[in-house]
Antibody
Framework: QVQVVQSGAEVKKPGASVKVSCEAPRYPLTNYYVHWVRQAPGQGLEWMGVINPGGDKTRYAQNFQGRVTLTRDTSTSTVYMELSSLRSEDTAVYYC?????????????????????WGQGTLVTVSS | DIQMTQSPSSLSASVGDRVTITCQAS??????LNWYQQKPGKAPKLLIF???TLETGVPSRFSGRGSGTHFFFTISNLQPEDIATYYCQQYGNLPPTFGGGTKVEIE
């Protein structure tokens, strides 16, 4: 069973940044596109962005353009999501999700498909 | 962005019942549609991809159908462990978007 592990909960003040990590120790994320999705308390799921296996291409949701940065350390297959200029509305659980190697639809360089394994989620609380 | 409208937002049914959730896309997404199950305090889990293909290991009481703009998700024999919120998600266009979710409860 693939287990995707994220870093622990964070408490940040408004205006600060947060960086969350994501890895799959037994089944490295090396060859996978990795997405980030967030869920505000009691709310639905919101896609934030995706990074390619090489770590040199990203695509972000319009709502997060300029505030989110996805990176990956290819030597450890760890993926990172950094969100800056935090505000109270960013309080949410942040998930990373591995994209399946199955059927995809291409958008320029990005093959988009389903998300087959998810991390356990990282609660980020933004409060003064 | 493609809007995904799920209905109902919640439902209550008895063990053994057949329940169906509807998901409507604001534009044609062919069959680029996934269904996820999310239990309280847990991450979503992929149940069905490409509108109707069951993910490996998912019980056969779960099924999906549809194409274009109208999609349906059915649990044919509701079990207590199926208590969860279910989400549809399209990948027919960027950005991928999710429905608002349907909370399934046992009567």
């Amino acid at each position: 069973q693939v287990q995707v592990v994220q870093s622990g909960a964070e408490v940040k003040k408004p205006g600060a940044s947060v960086k969350v990590s994501c890895e799959a120790p037994r089944y490295p994320l090396t060859n996978y596109y990795v997405h980030w999705v967030r869920q505000a308390p009691g709310q639905g799921l919101e896609w934030m962005g995706v990074i390619n296996p090489g770590g040199d291409k990203t695509r972000y949701a319009q709502n997060f353009q300029g505030r989110v940065t996805l990176t990956r350390d290819t030597s450890t297959s760890t993926v990172y999501m950094e969100l800056s200029s935090l505000r109270s509305e960013d309080t949410a659980v942040y998930y990373c999700a591995r994209q399946s190697l199955g059927r995809v639809r291409f958008f320029d360089w990005l093959p988009l498909g389903s998300f087959d394994y998810w991390g356990q989620g990282t609660l980020v609380t933004v409060s003064s | 962005d493609i809007q995904m409208t799920q209905s109902p937002s919640s439902l209550s049914a008895s063990v053994g019942d057949r329940v169906t959730i509807t998901c409507q896309a604001s534009q044609d997404i062919t069959n680029y549609l996934n269904w996820y199950q999310q239990k309280p305090g847990k991450a979503p889990k992929l149940l069905i991809f490409d509108a109707s293909t069951l993910e490996t290991g998912v019980p056969s009481r779960f099924s999906g159908r549809g194409s274009g703009t109208h999609f349906f998700f059915t649990i044919s024999n509701l079990q207590p462990e199926d208590i969860a919120t279910y989400y549809c998600q399209q990948y027919g266009n960027l950005p991928p978007t999710f429905g608002g979710g349907t909370k399934v409860e046992i009567e």
